[in-house]
Antibody, heavy 118, light 110 residues
Framework: EVQLVESGGGLVQPGGSLRLSCEVSGLIFSRNWMHWVRQVPGKGLVWVSCISSDGTASHYAESVKGRFTISRDNARNTLYLQMNSLRDEDTALYYCVKETFGFAFPYWGQGAMVSVSS | QSALTQPASVSGSPGQSITISCTGT?????????VSWYQQNPGKAPRLIISEVNNRPSGVSIRFSGSKSDNTASLTISGLQAEDEADYYC??????????FGGGTRLTVL
């Protein structure tokens, strides 16, 4: 059974930092690109970032560029998202997502809630 | 990168067919055959129902189909059923190497 389990969410003040983790099991973690997608409750999906299978390439949405850093540890089957200089508008449920061929996302975690508020 | 444009809501009666559009630009939808569609029920993670414009993953009903013309992709659901009531999102690969989602469409089965 494929499982993606996010952790590390919580409440943080504006300007603060948080690191999300996503542990993957049930498939070969190192084989595909991994992504983070976020969703404000009741609103739409927003793509955040992605990282190549070997961790050497990454891309970011303009709204998080320079503040968020995506990384992965293939030996630990774990994806990370380091979030710095957090803003109110970063409040959302953050999904860890595994890509397959064609830039499609068949595997999703249940999400980690990040709340940025003073 | 602006979100792809989807209608906010569509509705249909059981047994009918509905189509949800997803409009982008030639830098995303029009430039690549990497359009996906997702179904999301309340409180659940999204579920992939169409990949690469018109491929149905294993286990997805044949009532779901996808297509694309120029900068607009479409999802058609035929033989509408009550269980199809959900939010639907399109996504596309972009020229920048990023992904972009549509704003989402709420499907109501009357």
């Amino acid at each position: 059974e494929v499982q993606l389990v996010e952790s590390g969410g919580g409440l943080v003040q504006p300007g603060g930092s948080l690191r999300l983790s996503c542990e993957v099991s049930g498939l070969i973690f190192s084989r595909n690109w991994m992504h983070w997608v976020r969703q404000v409750p009741g609103k739409g999906l927003v793509w955040v970032s992605c990282i190549s299978s070997d961790g050497t390439a990454s891309h970011y949405a303009e709204s998080v560029k320079g503040r968020f850093t995506i990384s992965r540890d293939n030996a630990r089957n774990t994806l990370y998202l380091q979030m710095n200089s957090l803003r109110d508008e970063d409040t959302a449920l953050y999904y860890c997502v595994k890509e397959t061929f064609g830039f499609a996302f068949p595997y999703w975690g249940q999400g980690a809630m990040v709340s940025v508020s003073s | 990168q602006s979100a792809l444009t989807q209608p906010a809501s569509v509705s249909g009666s059981p047994g009918q067919s509905i189509t949800i559009s997803c409009t982008g630009t030639n830098s995303d939808v029009g430039g690549y055959n990497y359009v996906s569609w997702y179904q999301q029920n309340p409180g659940k993670a999204p579920r992939l129902i169409i990949s690469e414009v018109n491929n149905r993953p294993s286990g997805v009903s044949i009532r779901f189909s996808g297509s694309k013309s120029d900068n607009t992709a479409s999802l058609t659901i035929s033989g509408l059923q009550a269980e199809d009531e959900a939010d639907y999102y399109c996504s596309s690969y972009t020229r920048s190497g990023t992904l972009v989602f549509g704003g989402g469409t709420r499907l109501t089965v009357l």
